[in-house]
């Protein structure tokens, strides 16, 4: 590879790597200027641009290079700085008692957000590990930073011991995944039935390697998503930290884990019957279980952030349910419910945020009672961002989860397989059982009268966030014909991608033919 | 398209923007004053669309009708970028009574909520607003997404107005409420959505081409496709919940008891209709073939049951509310076998029914509600004697029991009997006597709690002893009893315009049942 | 280039490998020292390491070695955390037990006690608190005698 083609992949790949070396930079002079507004300011600015690049370089999508810059890549490089911007506003506001003056917490996200985005366009196992391990790090320093009790030491252990483990997981598989295509490229994924002849299987059966390597990927990708055997960390990260880290928590590091399912069962589509591959019924029976354990034991909870991380952990399975359906749309919808959830989520975290104070902490679903008598706005913001949880109309919630129904009834029918069918109505019967929650959050929220002294907020830029957030649930609810179309080139360009593997795969193929005849 | 058609989107914008603009005003008369005036004025757009809505269908009848033939369209294509749903409102047989009752009963909870203490009336009456604009859109639909988001957008303001402002129970009554009609409105929304996409594979949401589709749809079954018959009973799901039926009631007693009296009115004479409106206008329709066998099977033994369980329930009652909310399960389900004779007779008299009741028990709610006003309480124990203290009051309140029993020459009357007429014109033998027995055992029923309420409450020894309370009908009062009960009078002598607005799409609904029995029949 | 086929070793390797998996994740299941689970997941690493070399051998590209590299690099740094992390929770509480850390839990479950509790060691003077950035640590002014 030639210096040229290096600085090409460079450039595309600049909003990221400006965020990382930001971040580095902001480590290096945190030191020096302690002034956190500067700070603040500084990230809003690498974000910032970062995003006008993104815009500007959105218009000729580029498949050369070393990287893949599909639709879906776009999408997660849109994604990360967006809610790296909500997340700022979170972490700026320091609270009387914790004196924290550095940039450590905004270099962190900045790291994040570049991981969100390599991840998704990672051409090749080693970045999409990179990227995923960019995700994960920084969350050990924020939950670290996030809070200075035992608690909070807690969490952060807790997080980094089963983080370690699912990327041991992960790589586990991907040693495999490498071993029978001979390339760690994605694309070549899709060859692994062709390029297999260490162990005797049949043509056409599925080799029992490739079975285990998609488990161990599967269960260190699942560990990002808080899919269902692997979402027990969750409730205890998020409890022991702070609401604005415990959003991030939330939204980044899924978004990670499903940019990078999405890598890998994408770049393999080509080779894999609809729902013949074990892929398939995998994600299915993940996403069922996912949902369901979320959901029930969602109802058991007094704490906001274990409440939170439960119904967390059930809109990671609406999500995967859409990815598991298999065709486009379903990748549509769960770009979709992703960016709703995640500002959903994020507006609830960031009214909590807002309400944060140490003298009366809002810690049990009860400290929220009587809230709209006294801070009606930050009542409206938690009031928009549950209603679109649970999914009613006029909101994204509604809007994701009609898109996620309707591609699973279409591809059971297209595809004659009524085991969607079914999963459509675990959807549906989820969502009834979330509503019960997240209603009883709202009770108290509207109906009840305050109960106890009220948080004196220290700095209104979380409600600002949470405002925002609200606005954006109720545009793409009512108006989501506005960003349809950005969700066009995802769907279309996982298309041209498959159709891109489908070439690969054909020259692996020639590849492996040749190499066949050589020794003879 | 017609001058006063482009008036149709601003029936249910006029409420609901009334109400959305009281929700920042302070003054409470201002709030209620701009709620009521855009609800009289959207009632007024109503009726001007409802006459024009005449004319076209009989010009269309002299031509030979078709189901939607001078049917009043309003289309707002750019709300969704064009591209899921376009906002198609419009004016047929089955929903203008429902709008014009809407609209009437919604204005007249405004005047009722006028004599209630209330703290930050100014939230109640814009929430107020915005559940009336909500429901005429929902009524006004003719297209199943905004049918359906108006229909889950109804329970905001209604939790809200029920759990701030209800009885001591308010907030479990309210979230039960809220629940119950949310987990039916998900297998609602799993149902609509199955039917448009295997209909069309997209997401063309519009009522009417579905329904011109459904008699060769309904009947399709293929491998991974859902099953007409789950699909009829999940579309059901949500609107069983929201009339409700009996075994899916058990939030709507709490709920009627706790909300203050006017939401209780509008609840039980306009929303509970929502659901029946529901069943007819997407499970009927859409599934004509499902709805003539399981629908029967399944829908009718529901409907029986709640008649007699809600005429039991009511007799037991121990105070007014709770009596009127079981007796409205009761009437209901007579409304539902009306529906469900699937001909002419029984659908209009349906059409007939559900308004009488709307008219009838708005009357009973708000009477109470001026009796609540008086004396404070509405336990039967409490009460007594009421006639010689609220002579006009009582008046009326004898209009409107005699109305609901089902005298001859009042409202309800019709209605019963033809619902009744119609599901015998149209029932098996065995089935029909069986039905009719139920069903005359539950009007018999119904006529002897209402005639032992009026005993309770009207006549007997006077419990009460302050004085104070005895005071006539004020202005507001007469404003609403009056407008009720000449209608309960009216409909009961001259219900011909009633029954013969829904003529049109109960002859297509007749010939949609008969054609998919007999492709059934030649294709066995 | 070797051909696939002429690497007959390969499933040996393997089986280290795997060997070298489970034995980390059996450890990291089992052991209650933080420091000794920290070391347990690197173990998991370095077998996933020898599989990615022996793989690279048999399909005869660099790939996997190159794999290894970036993998080693990234262990080194999430152990340069783990050290830092544990460093701070051992100053905490006294103690490398994880069995300590357990105030997060469901409201319903009990805290898990052990039957034969380890002694604890003694309480340790308090270290100076460092600050995340910028200012040196406060340390007590030494008062030097000549």
């Known amino acids: ?520 | ?524 | 280039m070797i051909p696939p086929s002429d690497y007959p070793g390969l499933s040996q390797h393997l089986l280290v490998g795997a060997v070298l998996f489970c034995l980390g994740l059996v450890g990291f299941l089992a052991r209650r020292n933080m420091i000794l689970a920290f070391l347990n997941a690197e173990l998991m690493v370095q077998g996933v390491a020898l599989n990615f070399v022996a793989f690279s051998r048999y399909r005869g590209n660099l790939e996997g070695q190159s794999f290894v590299l970036f993998l080693l690099t990234v262990a080194a740094c999430e152990a340069a955390i783990a050290m830092a992390l544990i460093l701070v929770l051992y100053k905490n509480r006294g103690t490398l037990d994880v069995s300590v850390w357990q105030e997060l839990r469901e409201d319903s479950l009990d805290a898990v006690e052990d039957t034969d509790p380890l002694p604890l060691p003694a309480a340790q003077a308090p270290m100076p608190p460092l600050p995340t950035a910028g200012l040196g640590p406060q340390q007590p002014e030494e008062l030097s005698r000549v």
């Open chain 1, 1 to 520: 590879m030639d210096s040229a083609r290096i600085l090409d992949s460079c450039y595309l790949a600049l909003p990221e790597l400006g965020m990382l070396a930001a971040g580095c930079l902001f480590f290096l002079l945190g030191t020096m200027i302690e002034n956190r507004r500067f700070w603040a300011v500084a990230t809003v600015i690498v974000l910032g641009l970062a995003l006008v690049f993104q815009i500007a370089e959105a218009n000729d999508p580029e498949t050369s290079g070393n990287w893949l810059l599909h639709g879906a890549a776009t999408f997660f490089r849109f994604l990360g700085p967006v809610l790296g911007l909500i997340g700022t506003a979170l972490l700026a506001p320091t609270g009387s008692g914790q004196a924290r003056r550095g940039p450590e917490d905004f270099a962190c996200l900045l790291v994040a957000c570049a991981g969100v985005g390599l991840t998704g366009m990672a051409p090749d196992l080693v970045v999409l590990f990179l990227g995923l391990e960019l995700v994960s790090i920084p969350v050990y320093l924020l939950l670290f930073l996030g809070k200075h009790d035992r608690q909070g030491q807690e969490a952060a252990i807790k997080y980094f011991l089963l983080s370690v483990l699912s990327s041991a997981l992960f790589l586990f598989g991907a040693s495999y995944v490498y071993g029978m295509t001979g390339s760690t490229r994605l694309e070549g994924l899709g060859g692994i039935h062709e390029n297999l002849r260490w162990s005797e299987t049949a043509p056409g059966e599925i080799p029992a390697a490739r079975t285990l390597a998609l488990l161990f990927l599967l269960a260190g990708v699942g560990f990002k998503i808080t899919a269902a055997p692997f979402h027990f960390y969750a409730p205890d990260v998020y409890q022991g930290t702070s609401p604005a880290v415990a959003g991030l928590i939330s939204t980044l590091p899924k978004a990670a884990g499903l940019a990078a399912l999405l890598r890998l069962i994408g770049a393999g589509e080509s080779a894999l019957a609809p729902f013949g591959g074990v892929e398939w019924s995998l994600l299915w029976i993940l996403a069922v279980a996912t949902m369901t354990l979320g959901n029930l034991l969602a109802l058991w909870q007094n704490n906001l952030h274990r409440l939170l991380a439960y119904s967390g952990i059930a809109q990671g399975g609406y999500m995967l349910a859409a990815v598991s359906t298999g065709g486009q749309a379903g990748i549509g919808a769960m770009a979709f419910y992703l960016a709703a959830y995640s500002l959903m989520t994020l507006g609830v975290f960031a009214v909590l945020a807002y309400l944060n104070d140490p003298d009366c902490p809002v810690k049990r679903v009860d400290d929220l009672a009587g809230l709209f008598r006294t801070r009606p706005i930050a009542a409206l913001c938690l009031g928009v961002c549950f209603v679109g949880l649970i999914g009613l109309p006029l909101t994204s919630g509604f809007y994701g989860k009609l898109l996620i129904l309707k591609t699973s009834i279409a591809s059971s029918s297209s595809q004659g397989n009524s085991l969607f069918l079914v999963l459509a109505f675990f959807i549906v019967f989820n969502a009834a059982i979330s509503a019960w929650y997240y209603l009883g959050v709202l009770t108290r929220v509207f109906l009840r009268l305050p109960l106890g002294p009220q948080a004196k907020p220290i700095s209104p830029l979380p409600l600002c966030a949470a405002v925002a957030c609200s606005i954006a649930t109720l545009a793409g609810g009512i108006v989501p014909g506005l960003i349809e179309p950005y969700l066009r080139p995802v769907e279309k360009a996982t298309a041209q991608s498959v159709a891109v593997d489908a070439t690969v795969v054909v020259t692996a193929n020639g590849f492996a033919g040749a190499i066949e005849q050589a020794p003879e």
């Open chain 2, 1 to 524: 398209m017609d001058w006063n058609l482009a008036f149709l989107p601003f029936i249910p914008a006029l409420p609901f923007v009334a109400g959305l603009a009281a929700l920042f005003t302070r003054n409470r008369s201002l709030a209620s004053g701009v709620v009521l005036i855009s609800t009289l004025l959207s009632v007024g757009l109503a009726i001007a669309v409802t006459m024009d809505r005449n004319r076209l269908v009989f010009d269309a009848e002299l031509n030979g009708s078709a189901l939607t033939a001078g049917q009043p369209h309003f289309e707002v294509g750019a709300l969704f970028g064009g591209k899921i749903s376009s906002v198609r409102l419009g004016v047929d047989g089955l929903n203008a009574g429902l709008v014009l009752l809407t609209g009437l009963v919604g204005a007249l909870s405004v005047v009722a909520s006028s004599g209630l203490k209330l703290d930050h009336a100014n939230r109640y009456f814009g929430l107020l607003g915005i559940l009336i604009g909500l429901t005429l859109l929902a009524f006004l639909a003719q297209d199943l997404l905004v049918f359906y988001v108006a229909f889950e957008l109804t329970l905001i303001p209604l939790f809200l107005l029920v759990g701030s402002w209800g009885g001591p129970n308010r907030q479990a009554a309210s979230l039960k409420m809220v629940i119950y009609t949310l987990a039916g409105g998900f297998l609602t929304l799993l149902g609509i959505l199955a039917i448009v996409v295997q209909s069309n594979g997209g997401l063309d949401f519009g009522w009417e081409s579905l329904a011109r589709k459904a008699a060769v749809e309904s009947t399709l079954v293929a491998p991974g496709r859902m099953a007409p018959g789950l699909i009829f009973l999940l579309v059901c799901a949500g609107f069983v919940v929201k009339i409700p039926l009996v075994p899916f009631h058990s939030w709507q007693p709490a709920a009627y008891a706790e909300a203050p009296t006017p939401v209780t009115a509008f609840l039980s004479a306009v929303l509970a209709k929502l659901g029946l409106y529901g069943i007819l206008r997407v499970a009927f329709f859409l599934l004509p073939g499902e709805a003539a066998t399981l629908g029967v099977t399944v829908l009718v033994p529901l409907a029986v049951l709640s008649i007699l369980y809600g005429a039991f329930c009511a007799y037991g009652a121990r105070d007014l509310k709770s009596l009127l909310a079981y007796g409205s399960i009761s009437h209901l389900g007579v409304a539902l076998l009306g529906l469900l004779s699937f001909n002419r007779v029984g659908v209009e008299g349906a059409m007939l029914h559900m308004l009488a009741h709307g008219v009838i028990t708005a009357g009973m709610l708000f009477t109470a509600g001026m009796l609540f006003e008086r004396e404070g309480t509405l336990q039967f124990s409490g009460l007594g004697g009421m006639a010689a203290r609220h002579k006009l009051l009582s008046a009326f309140m004898v209009l409107f029991a005699l109305a609901s029993v089902g005298v001859p020459g009042l409202a309800q009357f019709g209605g019963e009997f033809l619902c009744l007429m119609g599901f015998l014109g149209s029932a098996e033998y065995g089935q029909g006597i069986a039905v009719a027995f139920g069903v005359l055992a539950g009007i018999f029923l119904g006529g002897w709690y209402t005639i032992t309420m009026l005993q309770k409450v009207l006549f007997g020894p006077l419990k009460v002893h302050e004085e104070n309370s005895a005071r006539g009908l004020g202005v507001a009062d007469w404003a609403i009893l009056v407008p009720l009960g000449v209608l309960t009078i009216v409909l009961g002598l001259w219900p011909k315009p009633v029954l013969s607005a829904s003529r049109v799409e109960s002859g297509y609904l007749e010939r949609q049942v008969q054609r998919t029995e007999t492709s059934r029949l030649a294709s066995r």
